[in-house]
């Protein structure tokens, strides 16, 4: 076992970027049961300092590594029980690195039905095939005469099973199959075809009716749209490679014929030529086609996960608007706008419906009850759901919120990303089982604002839905991924013991659904925890178990001071003796860290906590239980612009970037369908990846480049410099369409008349 994982190790620590003995470390604490969060901050020194992102990358290795092993075994002990496995043969299978490699070399040995090659084998015909390969002199119809029986009638049959013979023998070859993929994936290109008459019904991907490019540069979100429009049967993809060349024989063609050593000299070497050609086009063809579009798949895949989790993490990361009494407003037209009241610690106060829209129109009414409700529960949010109907409730709401006395609620367009898919789910109904569903979205769109993490975490993170191409890529890797990413977003904030709910708390390290219920019911049961000590109290949850999820977890304001940070108690001596010797008491150390910053971290360092763990401690201590997430913004939309027919080229606006892709940035700018920023149009310099400019949930400045209403979409640029003069941008002057009329430059001090009037100034008096 020790010997295995320092192999592993070795093949690991290399895509890394760390050392053997780091990534054996690392390998070693998977195998014990420890968590990446808790190997990541509270192992340094066992792992050299091995990151979190690093590690995540070694797990995945691990499984691929492992899966690799077992396959190897289960092939070595097929071809053992054959009698064909050689000292030479058991040595390469043990040398490969990859699956593909591993198939190659599998490929003679692997049980099949009978083939034509075999047949020929049982007719005598492998003696016939050996000799015209050995003898390029002959001629292979005189040799064939040898050959003839009962069962091998005449030349021409026994010359078509010499040729299935070395056909199959020449496209079994593992290195020859090898280099041929490798220059496959070198020079080959994808060609994409619209299906006679799917012209009108795949019209989304017209892009690709007549495309070509070389395999190795299609980006992943173009393979992913055109695999997906061959799925629909709307393209056909073929794999071309030296379609171009017009020398008799392909290179693909002379690089079979090298390997055996085929010339143009002899009849044998002509009639091999032929069957060279018959193997390229009868066999290789088609196998190494569907390698290089599996592969073209799988690494698109892999690149789709990659930025889906990427993005993920920026949406769970994102700033928290706080613990403030907040309106979540769910919109909808016919259905009118739903309303739910939730105070600073998310619990439901109130709900409501308004029908603003047609077909009752009850415009003063809706505005009159939202005052009324902002002003009975002090509410200091207004969260808008973006989704359909979202910038008529934003105006509404802003139309009210300008007749109203400061201070006033900040409305903020929040995403509605997967809010009907937990309002439908087991845990809303379980959360609020007297709440139609309808009311519990708006419920969950108050709360995503208060702290995206803790509402986010309780939706399958596919549902979520900021990846491009997530449902056509393989579902169990995107869900491991997704749910890493999920896992370490929790853990790298930390978690209220006394107020998290159970989807929050299943995400902790060492934690699961069962031991988060179990720490809900102990909690329900016995009051709030008073210490993380307490932890060992709940059912089910021993030593090893608290280990992996204590530090994770806070009690603020509790008797242990410690126990509202991300100190371990494992080493909370280690960090009362720092304490003791700045000569103060850890809550005056929070508002004046300089004693902290003159100790020397050395003297602390003992047998079993490092120099890493003791510069995390002095740190931590600076700032106990520090949140790692940004400063709460908001975008602002533009007033009169809302739908995509409002837009102008040159516009500038304001949005919120909604989804990082491979190829650029959508941008939520308040008109019911995101903008594309392409990657040449993030920075006013060279952007190999979008992520290095922006990710979600950042507001940005953009300007509308074009406008296509038929397809809806959108072009928006962030550069500062006009690409075809390289001037600095103008603003643009125009008056967006539907602008309303400006109002005095003084607000009105009296309160509004009529029955919408009415209405607020009552509202007015009762707060």
Not at 262 to 291: F, H, N, P, Y
Request: some cysteine; hydrophobic content about 40%.
């Amino acid at each position: 076992m020790a010997a295995d994982i320092k192999r592993i190790a070795a093949i690991i620590a290399a895509e890394i970027g760390a050392k053997p003995e780091q990534a054996a470390a690392a390998i070693g604490l998977l195998d014990e049961g420890s968590t990446v969060p808790f190997i990541a901050r509270y192992r340094k020194e066992a792992t050299g300092g091995l990151d979190d992102t690093q590690l995540r990358l070694l797990a995945e290795r691990l499984i691929y590594v492992r899966e690799l092993d077992a396959r190897r075994a289960t092939i070595v002990e097929s071809i053992r029980s054959q009698d064909k496995l050689t000292d030479d043969l058991a040595a390469k299978i043990a040398a490969i690195t990859t699956k593909a490699e591993l198939e190659d070399i599998y490929l003679p040995y692997k049980p099949k039905r009978r083939t034509r090659a075999e047949i020929a084998r049982e007719r005598g015909l492998g003696q016939l095939a050996d000799a015209i390969l050995a003898n390029r002199s002959a001629v292979p119809a005189e040799l064939a005469q040898s050959y003839l029986s009962d069962d091998v009638l005449d030349v021409k049959s026994a010359l078509e099973g010499a040729r299935d013979i070395l056909s199959e023998r020449f496209a079994e070859n593992a290195e020859l199959v090898g280099r041929l993929r490798s220059y496959l994936k070198d020079k080959a290109f994808l060609r994409a075809k619209v299906v006679d008459g799917k012209q009108e019904a795949g019209a989304k991907y017209s892009d690709y009716f007549d495309h070509v490019e070389r395999w190795a540069n299609v980006p992943s979100h173009r393979a992913l749209a055109m695999l997906r429009a061959r799925n629909e049967d709307v393209l056909s993809l073929d794999i071309e490679v030296d379609s171009d060349d017009a020398s008799p024989f392909k290179p693909v063609e002379r690089m079979i014929a090298e390997a055996y050593g085929i010339g143009r000299q002899g009849a044998a070497d002509l009639w091999l030529m032929e069957v060279v050609g018959w193997t390229w086009r009868v066999k290789l063809t088609l196998s190494l086609s569907l390698d290089l579009l599996r592969e073209l798949r799988e690494k698109s895949e892999e690149e789709a996960i990659r930025v889906f989790a990427r993005n993920l993490k920026d949406l769970l990361l994102a700033a928290p608007a706080g613990s403030r009494a907040t309106m979540g407003l769910d919109p909808g037209i016919r259905t009118g706008v739903k309303v739910a009241i939730i105070d600073q610690t998310g619990k439901v106060l109130d709900t409501a419906t308004v029908y603003p829209f047609p077909p009752r129109n009850d415009v003063r009414g809706a505005q009159a009850e939202l005052a009324r409700l902002i002003v009975k529960y002090k509410v200091e949010l207004v969260a808008i759901g973006n989704g359909t109907g979202s910038r008529e409730t934003e105006r509404l709401v802003g139309d009210m919120l300008s007749d109203m006395p400061s201070p006033k609620p900040l409305k903020v367009i929040v995403s509605e990303a997967g809010a009907s898919v937990y309002s439908a789910s087991e845990m809303a109904a379980v959360e609020f089982p007297d709440l139609d569903v309808s009311l519990r979205g708006a419920v969950s769109i108050a709360r995503r604002l208060q702290d995206p993490l803790a509402e986010l975490v309780k939706i399958e993170p596919k549902s979520i839905g900021v990846g491009q191409y997530q449902h056509d890529v393989d579902q169990y890797r995107l869900g491991r991924s997704l749910e890493a990413v999920v896992e370490d977003a929790v853990n790298a904030v930390g978690v209220d013991l006394n107020t998290a709910s159970a989807a929050l708390l299943a995400r902790v390290a060492g934690l699961g659904p069962s031991l988060a219920e179990a720490i809900i019911a102990h909690r329900d049961t016995t009051g709030p925890f008073a210490s993380r000590k307490d932890l060992m109290k709940v059912s089910r949850l021993g030593q090893r178990t608290f280990e992996q999820c204590a530090g994770f977890l806070r009690i603020p304001n509790g008797a242990e001071p410690l126990d509202a940070s991300a100190v371990h108690p494992e080493a909370y001596g280690v960090a009362k003796k720092i304490v003791a010797a700045c000569g103060r008491d850890l809550r005056s150390l929070m508002t004046d860290s300089a004693a902290l910053k003159a100790l020397d971290p050395r003297i602390f360092v003992d047998e079993r906590f490092g120099l890493p763990t003791v510069r995390d401690i002095i740190v931590e201590l600076e700032k106990p239980g520090r949140d790692p997430r940004p400063e709460f913004r908001t975008a602002t939309f533009a007033e009169g612009i809302d739908d995509i027919k409002d837009l102008k080229p040159g516009m500038l606006l304001e949005g919120t970037v909604t989804n990082v892709a491979a190829f650029g940035a959508f941008v939520d700018i308040g008109v019911h369908q995101d903008g594309l920023v392409h990657l040449s149009q993030l920075a006013d310099r060279f952007v190999k990846d979008a992520h290095e400019v922006v990710k979600a949930g950042d507001v940005v400045k953009v300007r509308v480049v074009d406008v296509d209403i038929k397809r809806k979409r959108i072009g928006l640029t962030m550069r500062k410099h006009d690409d075809r003069t390289g001037r600095p941008e103008q603003r643009a002057d125009r008056t967006p369409p539907r602008m309303p009329a400006a109002k005095p430059p003084e607000r009105r001090k009296e309160p509004p008349q009529g029955a919408f009037g009415a209405a607020l100034a009552e509202a007015f008096k009762r707060k």
